[in-house]
């Protein structure tokens, strides 16, 4: 990371981030500037990678769309949840940008290099179930979570599927950390708020969601 890099982080909300169930919440980590660096960012590595709806294995069709950008993008389809090193199209999926890097190693502590950056779109209705991150190698390194765009009403629960949940609202430019205790935390999306920030001036949400894919001795997925 380049001292430019860190700049363009508020630094008090570097330091000082919320805390939800074990989750830490960066909150307004990325100043305006930032936000529309990263979105510019983003739409390079969908024209490369398209989205697409993804369906789960039970054959329904997700309401959010995907794509990715690393060594691994994570899809679903009839076939199962997994980590694949390439888009259903057949091209490889594109690197993780550098700005993207960037904002794991300021958060992520000391942990391996995220493997994976999963795209998230949510248009106006979209949302996502609650559901645990396990697909991945090394639960030691954290999942990272950068919101773009409208609101988003977050709900974390703890790492059984019944515990009691808590929810917060997720900003564009907030930046969540679920690493230790949390990093098997039960969460998801209960809906967004359309057309509340300005950043896309169509409306939408993006999350990107960094993962480290592989187990820690290097073998495969
Ligand atoms: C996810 O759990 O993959 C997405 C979380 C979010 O959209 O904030
Ligand atoms: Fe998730």
Redesign the pocket.
């Known amino acids: 990371m380049t001292g430019a890099d860190l700049d363009e982080l508020d630094a008090a909300s570097l330091a000082a981030p919320a805390e939800l169930k074990g989750v830490r919440i960066h909150q307004g980590l990325l100043p305006p500037a930032a936000q529309a660096a990263l979105l510019d960012d983003i739409r390079a590595v969908v024209r490369a990678a398209p989205l697409v709806r993804p369906v789960t294995p039970g054959g329904r069709a997700m309401s959010?769309r995907m794509t990715a950008a690393g060594a691994f993008g994570w899809i679903t389809d009839r076939a199962g949840y997994r980590y694949e090193r390439r888009h259903p199209s057949g091209v490889p999926w594109p690197p993780i940008p550098a700005r993207v890097r960037a904002i794991w190693e300021a958060v992520a502590g000391p942990a391996r290099a995220p493997e994976c950056c999963?795209v998230?779109w949510?248009a106006d209705g979209a949302r996502?179930g609650l559901?645990q991150?396990r697909d991945e190698g090394d639960f030691g390194c954290p999942?990272v979570?950068i919101?773009l765009g409208d609101d988003?009403l977050?709900r974390v629960g703890g790492t059984e599927r019944r515990a009691p949940t808590r929810s917060i609202w997720?900003r564009s430019g907030d930046v969540?950390v679920m690493g230790g205790a949390a990093r098997l935390a039960w969460?998801?999306?209960d809906r967004t708020r359309f057309a509340s920030s300005s950043l896309l001036p169509d409306g939408g949400?993006i999350?990107l969601?960094l993962r480290v894919v592989t187990p820690p001795d290097g073998g495969a997925a």
């Open positions: 959010v999963l998230n949510y996502m559901h991150d999942v979570s919101s988003a977050f997720l969540a969460h998801g999306v949400r999350n969601t």
